[in-house]
């Protein structure tokens, strides 16, 4: 069965440092997502991509962040000058439908 | 606007017994509603969902939910909970026709009991 994955699993990384986080969606999916999840908060939504544009976004999704489909298979979520509070799970998913999950990258921040 | 309050943020259950997780929502358009599950370490697993059609929604390992409008709950149940049922459990909703963006609650952590 097809499946969303995401690399690095772990990723540690200096504060004001800038993070890339991969992810593959399934292929015929259309809809592709960021998530993120703080420990011990509720997964939170942070942006939505179709047709190659922003389609939808929160107000967590700000200038410090950017996402790309650099190629028709990757789908990457770019934290520039990272901080503390970036630390938590970020989850990729895409959709043509229901949205499937990744397993997440675990972010820390130093 | 949308969103979604689960009820009890540690359920504990004997093994046989029967599993409710409880979602309310609040959405101002016909909702979807999602039940993901979560095991540690990994990522989120469609349960079930509900799109507008039957309202007893069957998923998967056993799980079912009704949408109840009425109510605005989307609960959750099994009848009977095995040691593997143990996760953490998120309900979540969009609305029809968005870009499906999921608002999530907070999750219910379950324990079962042996």
């Known amino acids: 069965e097809p499946e969303v994955t995401q690399t690095p699993s772990h990723q540690v990384t200096q504060m004001g440092q800038e993070v890339i986080l991969r992810c593959v969606p399934i292929s015929n999916h259309l809809y592709f997502y960021w998530y993120r999840q703080i420990l011990g908060q509720k997964v939170e939504f942070l942006v939505s991509f179709y047709n190659n544009e922003i389609s939808e976004k929160s107000e967590i999704f700000d200038d410090q962040f950017s996402v790309e489909r650099p190629d028709g298979s990757n789908f990457t979520l770019k934290i520039r000058s990272t901080k503390l509070e970036d630390s938590a799970m970020y989850f990729c998913?895409?959709?043509?439908?229901?949205?499937?999950f990744g397993p997440g990258t675990r972010l820390t921040v130093l | 606007a949308q969103s979604v309050t689960q009820l009890g943020s540690h359920v504990s259950v004997s093994e046989g017994a029967l599993v409710l997780l409880r979602c309310n929502y609040s959405?101002?358009?016909?909702?979807?509603l999602f039940w993901y599950v979560q095991y540690p370490n990994q990522g989120l697993q469609l349960l079930l969902k509900y799109t507008s059609a039957a309202t007893l929604v069957k998923g998967i390992n056993g799980f079912e939910a009704e949408f109840k409008k009425s109510e605005t709950s989307f609960h959750l149940t099994k009848p009977s909970a095995h040691m593997s049922d143990a996760a953490e459990y998120f309900c979540?909703?969009?609305?029809?026709?968005?870009?499906?963006?999921?608002?999530f609650g907070s999750g219910t952590q379950l324990t079962v009991l042996p």
């Open positions: 959405s101002s358009v016909p909702p979807y």
């Open positions: 979540a909703v969009t609305s029809a026709g968005s870009a499906r963006q999921l608002t």
């Open positions: 998913a895409s959709s043509m439908g229901s949205p499937c």
